[in-house]
């Protein structure tokens, strides 16, 4: 079974920075890729960013110039830098890993609060 465990949220003020980590555990599959979502209240989920195996990045227009995915793949470890926050960057933050068998793996998510 995969765990996911999300860290680095908080509280922050518009214009500043935070830095997620998600860390995979268990009997954790080939990884062909790891994300980040983020679910602002009343929304839906949505696609923030991604790193594949190889290093190959994609992101959403809304994170484009200010956020940074990154991974380390022997630890099985992501991180989101974010910055020059905003309010609309509010949310709770998930990471989800896709597995090279089709499946995937989301964690718990932590909670993004960006006040103006």
């Known amino acids: 079974q995969v765990q996911l465990v999300e860290s680095g949220g908080g509280l922050v003020q518009a214009g500043g920075s935070l830095r997620l980590s998600c860390a995979a555990s268990?009997?954790?599959?080939?990884?062909?890729?790891m994300g980040w979502y983020r679910q602002a209240p009343g929304k839906q989920r949505e696609f923030v960013a991604r790193i594949t195996t190889r290093g190959t990045t994609d992101y959403a227009d809304s994170a484009k110039g200010r956020f940074t995915i990154s991974r380390d793949n022997a630890r099985v470890t992501m991180y989101l830098q974010m910055n020059s926050l905003k309010p609309e960057d509010t949310g709770v933050y998930y990471c989800?890993?896709?597995?090279?068998?089709?499946?995937?793996?989301w964690g718990q998510g932590t909670q993004v609060t960006v006040s103006s």
């Open positions: 989800k890993i896709d597995t090279r068998n089709s499946r995937y793996y």
């Open positions: 268990g009997s954790t599959p080939p990884i062909a890729a």
